[in-house]
């Protein structure tokens, strides 16, 4: 089932305060869209909602832990309320931790899984029945390459990843028949806040080179919300918007042995060198 823009879309987007949350509302009220725009960070999520009404559509600013499952619930209901049904789920909300396995704790496992992965579980729970009902809706999750490719030093966020990606494949063959679609994006590195408010242990060396990658990028945060936003319209489930995570995860398919032994390695040697 694709997602239409021909008539207002009503959007829900957690992690809406910054980064890819905030472009993602911006980019859906270029498209006319009505959004509920919901972040731990309510201050955030008021400046989106304030930046979104400057182009013209309507927005609100709703505070949620998204690791609660009544604070979701609570998100459900209001958007409800607030559009009169919702069209499009974005489970954008995450966090970062890194460093060796051995090296981190189980608090920082917990804190991770409850907002990425979790985060993303109750939002499909709590929002998929009133699509069921309606007979139409669109969720977009929000994964990361690292859900495909599994790099070094990532496990707690290559696990929270992979786990979006296996249950928006799952869904997207469960949910076709009641006309809702799903699209899971997986990109690989852009400019966003994630690295800096995450939990790290270990050598830095990591963080800096991933925050070269960042710089780097040709898309942005703006360009990947408008990738996403086109391959939910497209009626897609994989949406990779940078050619480097799109050629890995062919390359891993294609060897998975040697992608580990040989090929993963080389890649990330040309930034922790530098």
């Not at 703006?222 to 799109?246: K, Q, S």
């Amino acid at each position: 089932m694709t997602l239409s823009f021909d008539k207002p879309v009503r959007a829900v987007v957690t992690g809406a305060g910054g980064g890819l949350g905030r472009a993602l509302c911006l980019e859906l009220a270029r498209r006319g869209a009505r959004i509920v725009a919901a972040d731990i960070d309510l201050a955030g999520a008021e400046e989106t909602a304030a930046m979104v009404e400057k182009l013209g559509c309507k927005a609100y600013a709703r505070a949620c832990d998204v690791a609660s499952r009544p604070a979701v619930a609570g998100l459900a209901e209001a958007a409800t309320s607030l559009l009169g049904g919702v069209d499009l789920l974005i489970n954008n909300a995450g966090v970062a931790t890194s460093g060796p396995v051995d090296a981190i704790p189980q608090q920082d496992w917990e804190w991770i899984m409850g907002v990425n992965l979790w985060g993303v579980i109750y939002g499909c729970e709590l929002f998929v029945p009133q699509m069921r009902a309606q007979g139409r809706g669109h969720v977009i999750n929000v994964a990361s390459a690292a859900g495909l490719l599994c790099t070094p030093t990532m496990a707690p966020y290559n696990v929270t990843k992979a786990g979006v990606v296996a249950l928006s494949e799952t869904m997207a063959a469960e949910l076709a028949p009641a006309g809702i679609g799903v699209t899971v994006l997986c990109p690989t590195f852009f400019r966003t806040r994630i690295i800096d408010a995450g939990r790290h242990h270990g050598s830095d060396k990591r963080a800096s080179a991933v925050g070269k990658l960042m710089d780097r990028a040709t898309l942005q945060a703006p360009e990947v919300a408008r990738f996403a936003l086109d391959a939910a319209a497209a009626g897609t489930l994989y949406a990779l918007p940078h050619a480097d995570g799109a050629w890995l995860w062919r390359l891993k398919r294609l060897a998975p042995e040697r992608f580990y032994q040989q090929l993963l390695p080389r890649w990330l040697g040309k930034f922790t060198r530098r």
